[in-house]
């Protein structure tokens, strides 16, 4: 097998990879969801009510609730299409990635958002993922992500600014604002050179 085929081999493996991880993902927030509404929302406590040290515990499991299944066909196709694209790049980094904008985003919500408010959804990783996609390209000077990373800027920035608008109170504007700052500063912190860096300094 030439080296080319082999590494088509190895893209498609990876793409095939990222679906089913993506595709696994969502079906088990629905799967959530559904027991939530089975138990009378029950599951809604694992938002975050912000500053209550108690609520701290509930910094990664409140990414994977929604407040009803309409919250949760929002998400959808955004993590799915924007975790593909970042899970392409490795399953491994791409799991610290959501692993960092999880957490700092809980973090972040539970130091700012209005008191007396109960955060849940993925959409404060969906920020950090369409943070993380636009800047990595730039960041690895890698032409193909930037041309992915200004195509997902031109399709979902319009959305992406009117979800940190203070103006939308609708939404948890500042979980999103925070989501997004921790997906840029993911970039940085993970592109492969500065990984190679920490292995052999």
Not at 74 to 82: G, H, Q, R, Y
Not at 157 to 186: D, E, F, K, R, Y
Request: glycine letters at 12%.
């Amino acid at each position: 097998m030439t080296g080319t085929k082999a590494e088509r081999w190895r893209t498609a493996d990876r793409a095939r990879t990222a679906a089913k991880l993506m595709l696994a993902w969502v079906a088990l927030l629905w799967l959530l969801e559904a027991a939530d509404v089975a138990s009378g929302h029950a599951l809604d406590t694992f938002g975050i009510v912000p500053r209550h040290p108690d609520e701290l515990v509930d910094v990664v499991p409140s990414a994977f609730v929604h407040f009803g299944f309409a919250h949760v066909a929002a998400n959808t196709v955004p993590l799915l299409i924007f975790g593909f694209l970042a899970a392409l790049g490795g399953i491994r980094r791409f799991l610290v990635v959501c692993a960092v904008i999880i957490v700092a985003d809980g973090l972040g919500v539970w130091l700012i958002s209005p008191s007396h408010t109960n955060t849940a959804g993925a959409s404060g990783l969906i920020f950090g993922l369409f943070g993380y996609l636009v800047v990595r390209g730039f960041v690895e000077r890698k032409a193909l992500g930037i041309v992915v990373g200004v195509l997902v800027a031109a399709v979902w920035g319009g959305s992406i600014l009117l979800g940190i608008s203070p103006a939308n109170t609708s939404v948890s504007w500042q979980g999103h604002l925070v989501g997004l700052v921790a997906g840029v500063c993911a970039a940085f912190l993970f592109r492969p050179g500065r990984e190679r860096a920490a292995l052999h300094p």
